[in-house]
């Protein structure tokens, strides 16, 4: 999991979390620590406006 110096909004948990749990056989996270560090202490989640839940209804 390539984990690049990004903008802070990009950086959460739930991004980390999400790549750990997906990982079959093995998990390489390639990153700078300080920014892990962030990502495990950023538990700030934004609500997502994607308009899926209308999409579907509208199928």
Known sequence: MVIPP???MLL???LLYT???RAKKLLII???DN???FMINNVDS???N???EYKLKNM
């Open 19 to 21: 790549g750990i749990t």
């Open 46 to 48: 934004k609500k997502r």
């Open 35 to 37: 920014v892990v560090k």
């Open 12 to 14: 959460t948990r739930n």
């Open 50 to 52: 994607t308009g899926l």
């Open 30 to 32: 390639i990153g700078n």
């Open 6 to 8: 990004t903008s802070p």
